[in-house]
Every structure is written in structure tokens, then in C-alpha cells.
């Protein structure tokens, strides 16, 4: 491996996001053939690398990584659970998708309904949205005044600081689309009749809004890609680099977290010799 | 297919499990690496029929899938979630691994934490342990009452009833294996720096309850095997086998719903036009 794919796709302060290619490949120099081909090649290392990440966490320790994925409609975030997020073992896994949040849910903090699905020690999380929407789609329509809004963004990175120091590995991913392919995706779901039940005549009047929202995820990469937790950009017009780019991310930050087999506490021989003494 | 696998495997009542043969392959003729071929050749179908499922449940419908895997240690728990389950789609799948219960949940009904983690509409439930934990260790530990222990088989089969009146297809599987296999595994684990982590040695004070358990599963699947919700038996010797039968279950469970894709409440022609008109 070159270049880690995490440095090639990391946020850097200041872009502007209109400036990255949206059909690019970072890291990657192959064909759609090859991506499709090179990611379930991925599986057995992450297999591996994600037990020893579970067994750690069997066996006290308080290492857990968690994938946030963030995007506008049609960018992919259910083809990246199918395809990527798919070659995880289920049993160490814990995914959430968050919706429109619940009267219960917003009768408390934002991050309240967050807090309850993060993942436990050894565990990968998974979230498809999270705390980010209520930096996005609560700015864009004004569900909550300004002041609370600026007050999120300094909330979220103290509360992911407070993560990370608890042994949280995040990878914070945006799905980056061009307005005209979600336009051909959307137009894609009205012609397919497995897909039509997919889309929903809001997701039209959300388009009206792509600007705005465009300007919401520039402030949220802005303030919240931080040390402790980057942002990553990920180029989202082709679905085969988009899925690869993501495996390739987790088996990086996964390979990164550097653990062995966990050490028995118990004497081998002593339970082999019960086992096998057994009357 | 021939005669469906749920028929080959459902429990019958009256049946002593000790008359079935752990080694047995039912429902399937071919050998070892057939199977672990014929495993991931249903993930086509199965990818369409979950699709199909959870389309149902984003459009209004209440149906869902509930499987529930017991079985003793070592009986392959873990490889059916690697194996089998990890053909589904993450995204409309919902898992729980229930552990000893924590100090709240004793405080409530035995129920109380399973309610929580029952799938919503068109999700695939998956139960690593359930409900029937609490009467199989905690009937050979005595860890309640024996009149408590006996009230809760009809809540049991109270509460399923109910979950299928709701829309839930139950699929129960008991992994059978013998005291041998499990003998062979415990040792295999000892024996593997990649595995030692996964053995304690409370497993071998376990294995000193061997009769007790396999009576106590016997009372489970006599008394909770109902029209509703069926106990099926998995012989569980053989790791391909196991796992190609939960894939086969599976599959043949999502086929008998019996779904097509919803048809769209929308019309396509107006939101194509809307699309297409933008300015």
C-alpha cells in the first residue's frame, strides 16, 4: 500500500467543497471491474482484524471504532451497508440508522438519542446519519434557532474528544455527489419498479434546497473535522470507488488499532487435563 | 426443492432429542464443500426477498422475521452470524446478543428485555439466546423458583402468539450437537492462540450439567413448540451443514411471505416531470 487512503480523503480546512471532484479516485488507479473485484478481497483481513478487535473487547478492553456516514439523498449510504459495511461480521457490529427523530427524542439534547447507540468495547458502530443532521437538515429548514445551532457544533466536538479518550476510533465520512447525479439516481428509482417505493416526492423538494445544504456541510467539515475526530470526503458518483473507499477506510483504522490475540487468564494445561479427565 | 427444509427439521412432539442424530445433513445430499458452495449461492435471492421485506415495512406493512438460535457452547452460535446471517443486509437487519442479564433487567419480567429488541416492521430480527435462557440455565441453576419457571413456558408461548399475530414469522433453531463435538471444540479452542480468548473455564463446569441441559431444552422445545411458532432441531456436528440450514431457513421463511415490491402512492409521471422541469 502507498498512501493510506485515510490521508487521501481527509478534509483539509479550507477547501471548498465545490472544488472536489465528486467523480474522483482518490488512491485508487484501477477500473469499476477492479474496485468490484479488489473489495470483497477485503473481507478475510477485516475478518481478522475485526476479531481481534472483539476479543479485545471480550477481554477488557475499551478500544470500539465507530463509521459515521453522512450524505445527501441517492449518495449511497444503503449501497455502503449492502456492500462494505456487508463484509462485517453481524456479531460484532452494532448499526444504527437514525430517521426523523422522535417527540421523545427531541424533548431531550441532541445527542441523548445518539449516546444510547454507541458502540460497546469491541464493537464496530455504524451510523447511517447521526448527530450531524442536527447541524444539517436542522439548519437548512430552521427547525431550532441560530444560537442553539452554533452552540452544537463546539457541543459535538467536545463530545467526540470525550469518545476518542474513551477509546473510540471515529471515521467520519461524507458521501460527496454532484446535484446532476442524484438527479439521474432519482430518475433511476421513478423507472425501476424495484426501486420506486424507494422514493418519496420530498426528496424532489429537498433538491431545492442543495445549496443550503451544500453550505451546512461546509460549516459542519469545517468546525467539527478536528485531530481527535477527522472528516473524510469521499467521492460518491461512482458507486464501485464509493464502496471500496469505505471498506479500505475501515480495514485502515481497524489495521491501525495494532492489537494481538488476547493472552489466556487461565492455565491451558490445567483445563486441558479437565476436559480430558472428564468421568 | 423438494420437501421444504422447516418440515425436515421441526421439531415433533414426543421426540426424545437423544434419537436425533447430530451428524445428520437432512434436506441436503451433497458433502462438505457443496454445501459451503451452495451457502453463498443463496444470497442473490435472499438479497431480493429481505429487500422485499423491508420495502413492505417502509410502505405500511407490519410484516417481520424473528430467527432465535440457542443452543449449548460451542455449538456454532458465532459461525451462523459469520456465515449465515452475514448474507443479509445489514441495513434492514436488527441483532442482539443477549448476555447474562444485568441487575434492571432481573428487576423486571424476563420478557422486559426481550420486548426491546424485537425487530420493527420489516426487519429481520436475529436472537443470539432469547427468551429461553430463562428456562434453560436458569432451570439448571434454580435460579428462580420451580413454579416461576413453570408459568413462564405459557408466557412464552403467550408472547409469541402474539408477536405472530402482530406479523412476525418466529423461526426457532435449537443447534444440536453432542457432548463429544462440544468436547472436541473446547479443546480445539485451547489449542488455538486465535481462539483461547473465547474458552473460560466456567465451560467445563458447564459441561457437568450436560444431562440437565439437554432435559431442560427437551421441556423448551416439548412445551413451546406451537402451530404459531415451531422449534426446529439443527444438527449442529457439522459446521457446513448448520450453516448452509439457517441460510436454507432463512430463505425459505422470506419466500413464503410471499412479497412484491409496494406499488408507489405517488405518481411517476408528475415527479418525473418535476424533476426533469427544474430550473
Known amino acids: 500500500m502507498s498512501s493510506p487512503i485515510?490521508?487521501?480523503?481527509?478534509?483539509?480546512?479550507?477547501?471548498?467543497?465545490?472544488?472536489?471532484?465528486?467523480?474522483?479516485?482518490?488512491?485508487?488507479?484501477?477500473?469499476?471491474?477492479?474496485?468490484?473485484?479488489?473489495?470483497?478481497?477485503?473481507?478475510?483481513?477485516?475478518?481478522d482484524l475485526q476479531e481481534k478487535l472483539?476479543?479485545?473487547?471480550?477481554?477488557?478492553?475499551?478500544?470500539?471504532?465507530?463509521l459515521v456516514l453522512q450524505g445527501m439523498d441517492?449518495?449511497?449510504?444503503?449501497?455502503?451497508?449492502?456492500h462494505a459495511v456487508g463484509l462485517l461480521d453481524p456479531g460484532g457490529m452494532r448499526l444504527k440508522s437514525f430517521k426523523k427523530p422522535t417527540k421523545e427524542e427531541l424533548s431531550h439534547d441532541f445527542l441523548w438519542r445518539i449516546e444510547r447507540e454507541l458502540p460497546g468495547p469491541g464493537e464496530i458502530g455504524i451510523f447511517d446519519r447521526s448527530h450531524y443532521e442536527d447541524v444539517l437538515v436542522?439548519?437548512?429548514?430552521?427547525?431550532?434557532?441560530?444560537?442553539?445551532?452554533?452552540?452544537?457544533?463546539?457541543?459535538?466536538n467536545a463530545f467526540e474528544q470525550r469518545l476518542v479518550d474513551e477509546g473510540t476510533v471515529i471515521v467520519k465520512c461524507m458521501?460527496?455527489?454532484?446535484?446532476?447525479?442524484?438527479?439521474?439516481?432519482?430518475?433511476?428509482?421513478?423507472?425501476d419498479p424495484t426501486k420506486q417505493w424507494?422514493?418519496?416526492?420530498?426528496?424532489?423538494?429537498?433538491?431545492g434546497h442543495w445549496d443550503a445544504y451544500q453550505a451546512a456541510y461546509a460549516t459542519a467539515l469545517e468546525w467539527c473535522s478536528t485531530e481527535a475526530a477527522p472528516w473524510h470526503v469521499?467521492?460518491?458518483d461512482r458507486k464501485w470507488y464509493r464502496n471500496w473507499a469505505i471498506?479500505?477506510?475501515?480495514?485502515?483504522?481497524?489495521?491501525?488499532?495494532?492489537l494481538d490475540w488476547p493472552e489466556p487468564d487461565y492455565d491451558i494445561a490445567e483445563q486441558r487435563a479437565r476436559l480430558e479427565n472428564e468421568k
Open 74 to 82: 441517492t449518495s449511497g449510504k444503503g449501497g455502503i451497508l449492502r
Open 198 to 207: 424507494k422514493f418519496k416526492p420530498e426528496d424532489v423538494d429537498e433538491r
Open 234 to 236: 469521499v467521492p460518491s
Open 54 to 66: 472483539f476479543a479485545a473487547g471480550y477481554t477488557g478492553s475499551d478500544r470500539r471504532l465507530l
Open 138 to 156: 436542522v439548519k437548512v429548514h430552521q427547525l431550532t434557532d441560530a444560537a442553539e445551532i452554533e452552540r452544537r457544533y463546539d457541543a459535538i
Open 175 to 191: 458521501l460527496h455527489i454532484s446535484p446532476e447525479t442524484q438527479k439521474e439516481r432519482l430518475l433511476a428509482r421513478l423507472d
Open 6 to 47: 485515510s490521508d487521501a480523503l481527509r478534509y483539509r480546512h479550507g477547501t471548498d467543497l465545490a472544488d472536489l471532484d465528486t467523480r474522483g479516485t482518490p488512491g485508487f488507479d484501477g477500473s469499476k471491474s477492479d474496485a468490484e473485484k479488489a473489495l470483497p478481497e477485503l473481507a478475510p483481513e477485516m475478518a
Open 247 to 258: 471498506g479500505q477506510l475501515l480495514r485502515e483504522h481497524l489495521a491501525a488499532l495494532d
